[in-house]
Protein backbone atom coordinates (compact mmCIF):
# COMPACT_ATOMS: atom_id res chain seq x y z
CA UNK A 1 0.00 0.00 0.00
CA UNK A 2 1.19 3.76 -1.06
CA UNK A 3 1.18 6.12 1.41
CA UNK A 4 2.16 9.80 1.01
CA UNK A 5 2.53 12.52 3.95
CA UNK A 6 2.48 15.86 3.07
CA UNK A 7 4.27 18.36 5.43
CA UNK A 8 5.30 21.59 5.58
CA UNK A 9 1.96 24.35 4.81
CA UNK A 10 0.95 27.34 7.23
CA UNK A 11 0.01 30.75 7.14
CA UNK A 12 2.40 33.18 5.16
CA UNK A 13 1.32 36.59 3.82
CA UNK A 14 1.31 37.94 0.25
CA UNK A 15 4.47 37.38 -1.81
CA UNK A 16 6.41 35.06 0.90
CA UNK A 17 7.40 31.93 -0.23
CA UNK A 18 7.00 28.75 1.41
CA UNK A 19 8.01 24.91 0.59
CA UNK A 20 5.77 21.77 1.57
CA UNK A 21 6.90 18.53 0.93
CA UNK A 22 5.76 14.63 0.45
CA UNK A 23 7.50 11.47 1.41
CA UNK A 24 6.42 8.49 0.25
CA UNK A 25 6.41 4.84 1.32
CA UNK A 26 5.07 1.35 0.64
CA UNK A 27 6.36 1.18 -3.16
CA UNK A 28 9.76 1.83 -4.80
CA UNK A 29 9.51 5.37 -5.12
CA UNK A 30 11.37 6.11 -8.43
CA UNK A 31 9.01 4.08 -9.90
CA UNK A 32 6.04 6.37 -9.12
CA UNK A 33 5.27 9.26 -11.35
CA UNK A 34 3.66 12.35 -9.08
CA UNK A 35 1.47 15.04 -8.96
CA UNK A 36 0.39 17.98 -6.76
CA UNK A 37 -3.26 19.46 -6.85
CA UNK A 38 -4.76 21.90 -4.72
CA UNK A 39 -8.35 22.34 -3.32
CA UNK A 40 -9.76 25.93 -2.11
CA UNK A 41 -12.41 26.31 -0.24
CA UNK A 42 -15.63 25.74 -2.43
CA UNK A 43 -13.71 25.15 -5.47
CA UNK A 44 -12.93 21.94 -7.39
CA UNK A 45 -9.40 20.31 -6.47
CA UNK A 46 -7.53 21.28 -9.09
CA UNK A 47 -4.33 20.26 -10.89
CA UNK A 48 -0.97 22.31 -9.68
CA UNK A 49 2.27 20.03 -11.43
CA UNK A 50 3.25 17.05 -12.36
CA UNK A 51 6.79 15.46 -12.23
CA UNK A 52 8.13 11.81 -13.98
CA UNK A 53 9.91 9.66 -12.01
CA UNK A 54 13.13 10.90 -13.10
CA UNK A 55 12.32 14.72 -12.15
CA UNK A 56 13.25 15.83 -15.61
CA UNK A 57 10.03 16.47 -16.82
CA UNK A 58 7.69 18.52 -15.34
CA UNK A 59 4.01 20.22 -16.57
CA UNK A 60 2.74 23.13 -14.54
CA UNK A 61 -0.59 24.51 -14.22
CA UNK A 62 -0.86 28.43 -16.23
CA UNK A 63 -1.74 29.51 -12.75
CA UNK A 64 1.31 28.75 -11.20
CA UNK A 65 3.72 28.91 -14.13
CA UNK A 66 6.96 31.02 -13.30
CA UNK A 67 5.96 30.99 -9.71
CA UNK A 68 6.21 27.32 -8.23
CA UNK A 69 8.76 24.73 -8.78
CA UNK A 70 8.30 21.19 -8.13
CA UNK A 71 11.45 18.75 -7.63
CA UNK A 72 12.15 15.38 -6.20
CA UNK A 73 14.83 13.16 -4.49
CA UNK A 74 14.27 9.58 -5.10
CA UNK A 75 16.70 8.71 -1.83
CA UNK A 76 14.48 10.22 0.25
CA UNK A 77 11.12 9.09 -1.49
CA UNK A 78 10.38 13.00 -1.24
CA UNK A 79 8.62 15.37 -3.47
CA UNK A 80 9.15 18.94 -2.81
CA UNK A 81 6.58 22.09 -4.23
CA UNK A 82 8.44 25.29 -3.63
CA UNK A 83 5.87 28.73 -3.74
CA UNK A 84 7.22 31.47 -4.50
CA UNK A 85 5.05 34.90 -4.38
CA UNK A 86 2.57 33.30 -3.35
CA UNK A 87 -0.87 35.33 -3.81
CA UNK A 88 -4.25 34.90 -1.51
CA UNK A 89 -5.49 32.79 -4.16
CA UNK A 90 -3.30 30.19 -3.36
CA UNK A 91 -5.19 29.46 -0.42
CA UNK A 92 -6.37 25.89 -0.66
CA UNK A 93 -5.09 22.38 0.71
CA UNK A 94 -2.24 21.12 -1.48
CA UNK A 95 -2.22 17.02 -1.87
CA UNK A 96 0.54 15.24 -3.48
CA UNK A 97 -0.66 12.03 -5.66
CA UNK A 98 1.43 8.96 -7.19
CA UNK A 99 0.48 6.74 -10.04
CA UNK A 100 2.77 3.87 -11.35
CA UNK A 101 1.31 4.33 -14.79
CA UNK A 102 2.73 6.94 -17.22
CA UNK A 103 -0.91 6.63 -19.20
CA UNK A 104 -2.50 7.65 -16.28
CA UNK A 105 -0.40 10.29 -15.52
CA UNK A 106 -0.86 11.87 -18.84
CA UNK A 107 -4.44 11.93 -17.96
CA UNK A 108 -3.44 13.41 -14.79
CA UNK A 109 -5.51 10.39 -13.13
CA UNK A 110 -3.59 9.28 -9.64
CA UNK A 111 -4.64 6.15 -8.04
CA UNK A 112 -2.61 7.55 -4.06
CA UNK A 113 -3.44 10.83 -2.30
CA UNK A 114 -1.97 12.35 0.17
CA UNK A 115 -4.14 13.87 3.35
CA UNK A 116 -3.39 16.91 2.24
CA UNK A 117 -1.36 20.03 3.89
CA UNK A 118 -2.98 23.50 4.59
CA UNK A 119 -1.46 26.46 2.77
CA UNK A 120 -3.17 30.01 3.61
CA UNK A 121 -2.04 32.88 2.24
CA UNK A 122 -3.35 36.54 3.69
CA UNK A 123 -3.21 39.20 1.64
Known amino acids: QVQLAESGGGLVQAGDSLRISCTVS????????MGWFRQAPGKEREFVVA????????NYADSVKGRFTTSRDNAKNTVYLEMNSLKPEDTAVYYC????????????????WGQGTQVTVSS
Open 51 to 58: IRWSGRTT
Open 26 to 33: GRTFSNLE
Open 97 to 112: AATQSYSRFLRREYEY
